[in-house]
Every structure is written in structure tokens, then in C-alpha cells.
């Protein structure tokens, strides 16, 4: 569905979803990638959210929101916890450069917490180019260590950045088990959340992860997260940089959720 369109079907609902009592024990994740400045015809899916826009949407989320840890939420939902009224977690894909340079000074200047999903092929093989996700320049194993002691969780995003859908069972393996191992070693930490490369997952997937100690794995469907619910399975709202001011607030009042069951359908 184009841009436009569901601009056009959520303006139509945010009003309504307003007016909506707003459900308890929620969890809402938000989805960045890149925080920098980009020339739109080369970011033509936007995931290059600007510096400014990225501050006014964390200073957004502090006067109207909870920020809360991702790891320490999705805890909570699965021991019946009681959660922050419009809890919202921050999220990073892909592990950018960014990430240290120009999102973690406005999240630790508002003490908002944040969970980055590094990809081990990026980290390995900067700049290589060959894929859209790889142009832009990405954390190394110091910056990683580094924002890891400045409130920055990290999880793992795979090995290569491959679709996990349809892979055999050793390459799957491989994508779940090699990430984990690696980044352990850097923040001496363990690291147990995972985010799907390009939202694929299945029945398999969500079982190998459980196996190798994951505690919960994001998706890329919109919705809002509820008690009891797959926490292998997390819905996210994705941010872009094609996103305003006034889609940024329609997105955490949950205009855009429509979009998960869309999703799912297909």
C-alpha cells in the first residue's frame, strides 16, 4: 500500500483513537534504523531518520510517554507485571554509526533507554555496498562496548541479513547462534533479545531462538503488545524519515496499527 494512502485511512482513525480508552499493560516498541542526514534519492525507504526530527520525537515520547527498556518490559509482560501507563520502548535495526554519534547523547540527555539489534555481517564488512542495508558507515566492536555502558541494550539483528525464512537448518543455526556468540564477547554481557532481518520468521525460527536463550524476538508488524501474547512475536512501529510530526503522534496513538493485521494477511 502507498505512503499516501495510509497517510489518508490513518488521519481518518487518529481522531477516533483518541477519543479511545487507552487498554493497560501495554507496550508500544518503536522501530528506527539510521539517525542522520540523507538524500532521499538515495534513502528511498527513508530508515535514515534526520538528528532534529529524532530529538523532537524523543522529547515527544518524555513529556507524553514512559519510556521503559525493551528486555525489562517484555519481563514484565510475561510475569503479569503491571507496566507504565503508554509504556514505549526505542529500538535500533542493523547496528548504524549513528546510533553512537547522533541518537545516544539526546537519549541519555532524557534518560530514555534504548535496545540496538546489531547485524554481525555489517559490523565485519563496513561500507561494502552491496546490499541497500550496508552503504552507510556502522558501529565497530569499540562503539558497541561503548554505548552498552551508556544505557544502550544490545540484541542481535542475524549473521548476514538474510531473509531466516526458508533458510536450511544449519544456516539458520548459523544466523542466530554465530551473532549471539560474538556480541557476548564484546559487551561480556548475555544477549538475549532478537529482531527479525526484514520481519521474516516462522514456527522454526521462533524455536531455534527459544533454544538458544533468547527471551523475546521483535517483528516488524505494527500493533500494540498485550499480556499473554507471542513474546517471540513483538510488534513494532516503524519511524521514518518520511514520517512528520503530526504522523509521529497518529503512530504512538496507534493510527497506523490497522497496517499489523494488513501485514499479517498477506
Not at 518524555?62 to 528486555?71: A, I, Q, T, Y
Not at 539458520?172 to 520468521?201: M, R
Not at 521514518?240 to 501485514?263: I, M, P, Q
Request: aromatic share 10%.
Amino acid at each position: 500500500m502507498k505512503r499516501q494512502a495510509k497517510k489518508i485511512i490513518s488521519s481518518v482513525i487518529y481522531p477516533i483513537s483518541r477519543l479511545m480508552k487507552k487498554p493497560k499493560n501495554t507496550l508500544r516498541i518503536l522501530m528506527y534504523h539510521a539517525i542522520e542526514e540523507k538524500d532521499r534519492r538515495e534513502d528511498t525507504l527513508g530508515i535514515a531518520v534526520t538528528p532534529g526530527a529524532f530529538k523532537k520525537q524523543m522529547a515527544y515520547i518524555k513529556e507524553n510517554f514512559n519510556p521503559v527498556g525493551l528486555r525489562e518490559s517484555v519481563l514484565m509482560l510475561k510475569e503479569n507485571k503491571e507496566l507504565p501507563e503508554r509504556a514505549v520502548a526505542v529500538t535500533f535495526d542493523d547496528g548504524y554509526k549513528s546510533v553512537k554519534t547522533e541518537a545516544l547523547p539526546v537519549l541519555r540527555g532524557l534518560n530514555i533507554p534504548a535496545t540496538v539489534f546489531i547485524n554481525i555481517f555489517f559490523i565485519e564488512n563496513r561500507l561494502s555496498g552491496h546490499d541497500y542495508w550496508d552503504k552507510w558507515a556502522t558501529l565497530t566492536p569499540m562503539d558497541i562496548t561503548e554505548i552498552s555502558k551508556n544505557g544502550i541494550s544490545i540484541g542481535s539483528h542475524g549473521f548476514t541479513h538474510r531473509r531466516l525464512g526458508g533458510l536450511d537448518k544449519d544456516e539458520l543455526i548459523e544466523e542466530i547462534e554465530l551473532p549471539e556468540d560474538f556480541l557476548k564477547e564484546i559487551v561480556k554481557a548475555s544477549v538475549d533479545t532478537f529482531s527479525y532481518p526484514h520481519g521474516s520468521f516462522n514456527g522454526e525460527i521462533k524455536t531455534a531462538l527459544k533454544k538458544k536463550g533468547y527471551k523475546c524476538a521483535c517483528s516488524s508488524i505494527e500493533g500494540l503488545n498485550r499480556r499473554g501474547e507471542d513474546l517471540y512475536e513483538l510488534k513494532r512501529t516503524e519511524i521514518t524519515a518520511y514520517d512528520d510530526a503530526d504522523t509521529f503522534k497518529r503512530k504512538l496513538s496507534g493510527a497506523y496499527d490497522w497496517l499489523g493485521a494488513v501485514r499479517r494477511r498477506r
